[in-house]
């Protein structure tokens, strides 16, 4: 009768610990799983992070792009008109055509303007200096074409006039492209830099 107590004892032991063995053993790799659906979703977190980054420096690469190409293509408008304005000065003063193309060119200078502004909210900082500096240099562009066109209105341009006209008109121009030269390689710049942070 011992021999079947212990028997039955040692047996009943033996499942407890086979059990208990079996229940620590689950529940190891229980932790095990959930450790590992731990990690998977924090690699999927970064990785749609990081997706995330990429689209959001792709995004502003294109915002930026369309503000920079905006105001260059601004100031080239603007330039034309500027132009067409200040051709009025070696014609007989027409006070319909000056309009005109006074209203045109300060329409272009206004548009330039607005696109800059787009580039300072766009940035960075660099280059949205260089593209203020370019607008303004557009708007003082215009002066040397109104100035003159104002002499000619009362009466025929001197020679003298003529010249300081030629003379600023030149040296406005000077202004521009230097503001352009200084904009584009920092604009591109940025661009590049954008771009290479998601590569």
Known sequence: MITTVIAICGTLLGSGLTAFVT??????????????????????????RRELRVEHRKWRRDRRQAAYQGLLDAAHEAQG????????TVEPFDQHRYDIRRGAAIDAVRATRRAA?????????????????????????????????????????????????????????????????????????ALDELMNDVE
């Open 117 to 189: 502004d787009a580039v300072q909210l766009e940035g960075p900082a660099d280059v949205a200096q260089a593209a203020d500096e370019y607008a303004k240099a557009i708007d003082l562009n215009i002066e040397p074409s109104i100035e003159s066109l104002m002499l000619l209105s009362k009466e025929p341009l001197s020679e003298e006039q003529q010249e300081r006209y030629r003379s600023s008109a030149a040296e406005r121009n000077a202004l521009v492209e230097s503001c352009q030269q200084r904009f584009v390689p920092l604009a591109r710049q």
């Open 23 to 48: 229940a620590q053993t689950e529940r190891r790799r229980n932790e095990a799983l959930e450790q590992q659906q731990i990690r998977e979703e924090a690699a999927r977190d970064r990785t749609q």
């Open 81 to 88: 008109d500027i132009w067409q304005l200040g051709r009025l």
